[in-house]
């Protein structure tokens, strides 16, 4: 008998469409798995597991009725906290947000709805996707399920962890500078950034909204794939959004074929800088692309250079602009200043901000601030968006010698909590890779590569190919998979250790079931 | 206000005598459009606060805009009208700061590449010179939401206890239209003040894009201010005054805020720049919050939004769209409806063209129309409050009304007097001319036998009136009229009373 909570998306879509289960099993079973070990892992800040039964419910008596369903419908989802959600709180990793319950749906999650996919819950996050381990959740880090002391890659470490802990088949990510793709390589997941405008930002919490992009997050090429095409296509409540039909990608991820495709190994992503055991896993991974029947081109990039000085202008200087509206004018957290009589609004809106956000997302309004403000404007932020042209233009003419380029996803394994907790630039060194996809708007997607040899922990490999053709990430990701698979004999979450036989008995001090559902 | 707040002014001609003022008009329009410039919600005036909200225009975490394409129409055709050049690559821009009734805590406006640049509008002073005021830019952008502030005596944030936030008004499209600096007024400054807000405001309403009522915030006016040593052409400190929201307040702010800065510059003091505010019960203004180099609004493109590059042939079929530009109208009208300069000021001071250009359409006279219009509905409307138009709407009183009315007089049914009667039933609401008429029995006595008495019987009562007019003194005549009308109870003709007098005295 399957296990429910190891099998695919597609696995389990088959199994509900040929009647040898039900969306309630698959979802019960998936619930139970988080009340083993969610307490050790920490991948959800809320699990509404009435609405994901009720969803389950009605799903399987639509299909009993003869209904025609999505393909995925039934399969059970997690949501980033990152996107609203009616009814259900959406804290977006933050304090200032403890409490929020959204009036309206982002439209990805819409779209989820009416495709018949039960909502398990909403998965934890850096605050306001500031980070790449998660530690900077308001409610506490989440835990990389190889190794609980590890971090499972950020902003979006509770997606890829509750994927790597089998509690859900799916999961929904947002990426603004690797969000998805990181965590993705450091739990041995996959996870694609689509298009700039390939997906709807409506209702996602902004962070640097030319930068932000939602996207899928599975175990699987083909799943990511399934999942991307539900999330995919025009929304006319985005201005952004891309007004014309998604790639081809599930037929990319079925065929699987690279023969005759050009693959651009990037030289400022390789080598120095990267782990042995990534970059040993990463040329392997090369060259079963070659085995595949594709090409190899070497291509060069200079502007990568300066594209993460040129991300931390950019990113700050629009998070600095959208996050002014957590004000306590409206929603969320309000607090009164200490020691002061009949305070003013604006000594209201002071306090609360002083209490309602951590370090990080400080650190970077007022770096934001700073970069924005008159007399350095043009030094800063000005100078910003010259480079990020530049990084387009490197891409334009990269992707004339090659069909996708590819490269480790991050330069390390997961590392310890707490190991660059207190050296943000370290932190922001983990996104070198990720970075300059977000900066010129083109796909990008993790797939894993192995284990490093020197930690046995999982590495990532990362594609990228030009805007609006996202299908030839999946057409590389699956045939890698594929070959890799067959090396492995079977997927590389198989070698996971069994958190059940070495999670501690007894719950991790967690504070975020009491923090996140006060209000809901 | 208290007497502590009146600040030191210079008399008006002294002021002119030493500095030469400097004038910048900004104008804030609110669109007329249905919805909000980013989003779905309806825009009607005095709806229950916050009932015209939703996640975009409330600042919701995750919400986007989507802007209004009647808003960005309105714009472009806002700027032809101002002969401006339409941009063919534009932006929005976010213009950062904190305050309680700005939903996102920053307006999604217009910066460094505006909709609409550098145009003109030619205005027609008092004394009857054409003066032209340079446009800088028009923009689009959207409106804040409203404060009211409780507890405090004068409804000010000082000494209130709390405040109420109306964000029906947040996200009403607005078109920002700014001037380049005015200069060369010299004495005509506040006159040319008024006349470019007045002149805008027949434009835009002309357009059909707002309905540009200052009094209900559609249209608000901002004016700079600053002076100039006489002959220096080098531009002072300004002040920006802002609630100027009248056509006779933007006149008197500018008289004011010269005098003041005249007073302050003349002890030898100089100007704060700072944003002040005009009081129109007292007519002076006070200061507001100083307006720094610390306020800095950080500027920067709306990722969320995507540029505007209106092509050109659209920009080419919205110029088709526009309006005959109300100055050349007005002379056209004036012109063919043979109406002199005073008649015509008395018109326009009164809104009335547009119903005269109606009721002359409906086939009334210019003239008639024009002494209908203005008389006896003018006076009710102003005791009302109204504008003569609305009144007259409010009526179910029009064209029409005027047409049938003329067309009574000069068939003879009634006379002036009679007329005027039956206009006073219409207006009371007793129907249409001719059934007041009826009803009241207004009815010019054509009986010539009558008339004939009547006359006969006057002359003989007024010998020495008689035979003035039989020596030659015509204009005497209108004495003995006056008593045949008497005689004949008011029902009489005048013309032909006046037509047998005359043959009767022998001047016929």
């Known amino acids: ?520 | 206000m208290s007497a502590g707040d009146t600040e030191a002014l210079m008399g008006y001609d002294d002021v002119l005598a030493a500095y030469d003022p400097a004038l910048g008009l900004e104008v804030h329009v609110e669109l007329g459009t249905n919805t909000k410039m980013f989003c779905g919600c309806a825009t009607t005036f005095g709806a229950e606060p916050n009932t015209q909200v939703c996640p975009v225009c409330l600042g919701l975490p995750g919400a986007l805009p989507v802007v209004n394409a009647i808003g960005v129409e309105s714009a472009i055709r806002i700027g032809l009208a101002l002969n401006c050049e339409i941009a063919t690559w534009s932006r929005f821009a976010r213009k950062n700061y904190f305050y309680p009734d700005m939903p996102k805590n920053f307006q999604t406006s217009q910066y460094d590449e505006p909709i609409a640049f550098g145009g003109h509008l030619d205005v027609d002073l008092e004394d009857g010179t054409v003066f032209r005021v340079e446009i800088e830019r028009a923009h689009m952008e959207e409106d804040t939401g409203k404060s009211l502030h409780v507890g405090g005596a004068t409804g000010r944030i000082h000494g209130a206890t709390h405040s109420l936030v109306d964000y029906n008004r947040a996200g009403i499209p607005l078109i920002e239209i700014v001037t380049k600096p005015i200069v060369g007024a010299g004495e005509r400054a506040p006159d040319v003040a008024r006349a470019y807000v007045a002149t805008l405001r027949d434009l835009l309403k002309a357009l059909g894009v707002s309905d540009v009522k200052m009094e209900q915030g559609s249209m608000r006016c901002d004016v700079n201010l600053s002076l100039s040593p006489k002959g220096s052409g080098v531009l002072g400190t300004r002040t920006e005054t802002k609630n100027v929201n009248s056509l006779r307040s933007v006149e008197r702010a500018v008289r004011y805020e010269m005098c003041r800065h005249g007073a302050i510059l003349a002890s030898g003091g100089s100007i704060l720049q700072e944003t002040r505010h005009w009081h129109e019960d007292t007519g002076i203004t006070t200061s507001g919050r100083e307006k720094s180099d610390a306020e800095d609004y950080r500027y920067f493109p709306e990722p969320d939004l995507v540029p505007i590059a209106p092509a050109r042939d659209w920009v080419e079929e919205l110029r088709a769209t526009l309006p005959e530009p109300p100055a050349q109208r007005r002379k056209r009208l004036q012109a063919a409806y043979s109406y002199s300069d005073l008649e015509m000021r008395d018109v326009l001071n009164a809104g009335l063209l547009d119903l005269i250009e109606e009721t002359v359409t409906a086939g009334g006279s210019p003239a008639a129309a024009r002494k209908w219009w203005s008389g006896e509905v003018a006076r009710r409307a102003n005791a009302d409050g109204q504008d003569v138009p609305s009144y007259a709407a409010g009526l179910g009183v029009g064209p029409a009304q005027v047409v049938e009315l003329e067309t009574l007089v000069t068939s003879g049914r009634l006379n002036d007097a009679m007329a005027r009667q039956a206009w006073e039933g219409v207006l009371d609401g007793e129907g249409s001319p001719t059934a007041v008429a009826d009803a009241r029995g207004l009815q010019l006595n054509q009986d010539s036998g009558a008339l004939e008495t009547a006359v006969d019987a006057v002359i003989a009562a007024n010998p020495e009136v008689a035979e003035k007019i039989r020596d030659g003194k015509v204009q005497a005549v209108g004495a003995l009229i006056g008593q045949v009308m008497k005689e004949m109870r008011g029902q009489g003709d005048a013309a032909a009373a006046r037509a047998l007098i005359l043959s009767r005295l022998g001047q016929a």
């Open chain 1, 1 to 520: 008998m399957t296990d429910l909570t190891r099998a695919s998306a597609a696995e389990l879509a088959d199994l509900m469409a040929r009647g040898e289960t039900t969306s309630r099993e698959i979802t019960t079973a998936l619930l139970e798995r988080t009340e083993a070990v969610d307490g050790a892992v920490h991948s959800y800040l809320h699990v509404d597991r009435d609405g994901a039964l009720a969803t389950a419910d009605a799903v399987d008596r639509r299909r009993a009725a003869g209904e025609t369903l999505h393909a995925l419908a039934g399969v059970p989802i997690a949501v980033k906290d990152v996107m609203t959600t009616t009814g259900l709180p959406t804290t977006c990793g933050s304090r200032i947000l403890q409490g929020w319950v959204p009036p309206y749906d982002a439209t990805v999650v819409a779209r989820i709805k009416a495709a018949g996919l039960p909502i398990l819950g909403k998965t934890n996050m850096d605050e306001f996707a500031m980070g790449s381990s998660t530690e900077h959740s308001a409610y506490g880090p989440s835990h990389n399920p190889w190794d609980l002391d590890r971090i499972p890659g950020g902003s979006g470490g509770g997606s890829s962890s509750v994927l790597a802990s089998f509690q859900a088949p799916l999961a929904t990510g947002t990426d603004t500078g690797g969000s998805i793709r990181q965590p993705a390589a450091v739990t041995g997941t996959v996870g694609t950034k689509p298009t700039y405008g390939g997906v709807s930002r409506y209702g996602l919490i902004a962070l640097a909204s030319s930068l932000d992009q939602a996207g899928p997050c599975a175990r699987t090429v083909l799943d990511t794939a399934m999942l991307h095409e539900l999330m995919a296509g025009h929304d006319p409540l985005d201005s952004t959004s891309i007004d014309a039909p998604v790639p081809p990608i599930v037929e990319a991820a079925r065929r699987a074929d690279v023969r005759g495709m050009r693959i651009g190994i990037v030289r400022e992503l390789t080598g120095e800088g990267f782990q042995a055991g990534v970059q040993q896993r990463f040329d392997e991974a090369v060259q079963h692309l070659v085995d595949a029947g594709a090409e190899v081109v070497e291509v060069s990039c200079p502007s990568f250079t300066y594209a993460l000085a040129t991300y931390y202008l950019i990113l700050p200087s629009e998070a600095s602009s959208n996050l002014a509206k957590f004000d306590a004018m409206r929603y969320g957290l309000r607090v009164a200043p200490r020691d002061v009589d009949d305070p003013s609004a604006e000594q209201v809106m002071a306090a609360t901000r002083d209490a309602g956000f951590g370090d990080e997302v400080k650190r970077r309004i007022i770096l934001g601030t700073y970069a924005l403000s008159s007399g350095y404007y043009d030094a800063y932020y000005g100078s910003a968006q010259k480079v990020r042209r530049l990084i387009a233009d490197d891409f334009a003419s990269a992707f004339e010698r090659a069909d996708v380029l590819v490269s480790p996803t991050a330069p390390t394994t997961a590392f310890r909590l707490g190991a660059k907790i207190d050296d943000p630039l370290a932190m922001y060194l983990n996104d070198i890779a990720t970075i300059p996809a977000n900066l010129a708007g083109i796909p990008g997607m993790s797939v894993p590569s192995g284990l490093a040899d020197e930690d046995g922990l999982p590495a990532g490999f990362q594609i990228l190919a030009p805007a609006m053709a996202d299908d030839r990430l999946y057409a590389v990701g699956a045939a890698l998979e594929q070959r890799l698979h067959a090396v492995w004999g079977g997927p590389l979450l198989d070698r996971i250790p069994d958190l059940l036989a070495s999670a501690p008995t007894t719950p991790m001090a967690t504070p975020h079931a009491d923090a996140t559902t006060k209000g809901a």
